[in-house]
């Protein structure tokens, strides 16, 4: 992009941030609220690899100042340089971008800070939290972990979202919950499915806030092991 990218652009330069300028190749709205972009890399999968709940950051101008968001890459294909994109559209400089993306537009993307490893012992049940604007990283974690039992609270979103399909029946149970309800219904659902499963793994990502809370509550309080839980903030919650 034209203007400079601000502190956050120097502090991922000197971290060894590769940068990169995606295409727009087609868009389709999911839903009313959800949209998904397809795009070219610019080289980008062939320079860093692929692995699952691979995020890069975009940049989008805000009122002429450099705002960044980070956004999990769907159907990554490295032979062919392409994957996609999903937006969970609300109100700020991302969303107005992804509702007006056409092909041939333009967007520059950095790829520093993502990484995935795989939890060792194998997990017996994953056990994942999030929300519309994880969609994209629960997906591909399920991916990854494919066949493994998995129970996923899902906070919000409308009908019609690409949920995870699990291959094999009764692996997935998928338990949605109303806005402002996820953190009481994670406590009381939790805990019991912790203690039937002997390597569960806790996978939490929805906004800062509650992802803070119910990290500390499945350290605490129910004693899981940092290497049993992943935790991240996706969005900030004003």
């Not at 490295?78 to 700020?92: C, K, N, Q, S």
């Not at 009481?184 to 912790?194: N, T």
Request: one cysteine or more; proline letters at 8%.
């Amino acid at each position: 992009m034209a203007q400079g990218r601000g502190w956050e652009g120097a502090v991922l330069r000197l971290m060894r941030a590769k940068d990169f300028t995606l295409t727009v190749t087609g868009a389709r709205d999911v839903t009313p609220s959800y949209r998904r972009l397809h795009l070219t890399d610019g080289g980008l999968l062939a320079a860093t690899g692929v692995h699952p709940t691979m995020w890069v950051r975009l940049w989008f101008d805000n009122a002429g100042k450099p705002h960044q968001r980070a956004y999990t890459l769907v159907d990554p294909d490295p032979a062919r340089g392409t994957f996609a994109l999903e937006f969970a559209l609300h109100e700020g400089a991302a969303s107005d971008w992804a509702r007006t993306a056409r092909a041939g537009d333009t967007i520059e993307a950095t790829v520093q800070g993502t990484g995935f490893t795989r939890p060792e012992p194998a997990p017996t049940h994953v056990l994942a939290i999030g929300d519309p604007a994880s969609l994209p990283a629960i997906n591909s974690l399920l991916g990854a972990l494919d066949g493994t039992p998995s129970t996923v609270w899902f906070e919000g979103g409308d009908d019609g979202l690409p949920f995870p399909v699990s291959p094999a029946p009764g692996r997935l149970e998928l338990r949605r919950v109303g806005r402002g309800e996820l953190a009481d219904r994670v406590r009381a659902e939790l805990p019991g499915l912790l203690s039937a499963t002997e390597h569960p793994y806790v996978w939490i990502a929805c906004d800062t806030r509650t992802t803070r809370t119910l990290a500390s509550y499945v350290r605490k309080d129910l004693g899981v092991p940092k290497d049993r839980l992943h935790a991240l903030g996706y969005w900030r919650d004003e």
